[in-house]
T-cell receptor, first 112, second 115 residues
């Protein structure tokens, strides 16, 4: 079963509001990746975090990797309708194969 | 060049039938992964190839599932004697090199429905 937990499962926001999804692993990860999946689509890579405490930004998206490399978060500032989709975190425990353990995802709905 | 492609995009099978799902990775990509995604869930790892070598098949649910990549490029996931619980989207992903440092590029998936 899944060993990477994500919360919340669903989030409905008004356009312009902020959004955060949290990811927690039961074990230390070598790295964590974030993907976005639009309805009916396939996962699209957003970013990879490798270092303890790492923070990366992509325009309105801010990604953090925890100090213990067991948790991560994605924060979207001032959501837009184009942000709609399911956001997955995926951890790599092995450190050498790229085998990813995905969280259950957080589905974001944005009301215009 | 082109991204990862998968065929067929949709497959309906009667319970007990065998199916074969094809993945064409990005040209030159060493690593190839298969994932199974049930409705409303995240993708779950099935198996991993580095070139033609299947290095990890720990995620295959049963011995009815078999994957191959004989020439280190195209891969086929075969499911024998399909069951209703096999209904899911099967995703293929490839990455440039071995190891965990490379982005995985996903194909559009094959949606399998077993009746």
């Amino acid at each position: 079963g899944q060993q990477v937990m994500q919360i919340p499962q669903y989030q409905h926001v008004q356009e312009g509001e902020d959004f955060t999804t949290y990811c927690n692993s039961s074990t230390t990860l070598s790295n964590i990746q974030w993907y976005k999946q639009r309805p009916g689509g396939h996962p699209v890579f957003l970013i990879q975090l490798v270092k303890s405490g790492e923070v990366k930004k992509q325009k309105r998206l801010t990604f953090q990797f925890g100090e213990a490399k067991k948790n991560s978060s994605l924060h979207i500032t001032a959501t837009q309708t184009t942000d709609v989709g399911t956001y997955f975190c995926a951890g790599d425990r092995s450190g050498n194969t790229g085998k990813l353990i995905f969280g259950q995802g957080t589905t974001l709905q944005v009301k215009p | 060049g082109a991204g990862v492609s998968q065929s067929p995009r949709y497959k309906v099978a009667k319970r007990g039938q065998d199916v074969a799902l094809r993945c064409d990775p990005i040209s030159g990509h060493v690593s190839l992964f298969w994932y199974q995604q049930a409705l409303g869930q995240g993708p779950e790892f099935l198996t991993y190839f580095q070139n033609e070598a299947q290095l990890d098949k720990s995620g295959l649910p049963s011995d009815r599932f078999f994957a191959e990549r004989p020439e280190g490029s195209v891969s086929t996931l075969k499911i024998q004697r399909t069951q209703q619980e096999d209904s899911a989207v099967y995703l293929c992903a490839s990455s440039l090199g071995p190891g965990d440092s490379d982005t995985q590029y996903f194909g559009p998936g094959t949606r399998l429905t077993v009746l």
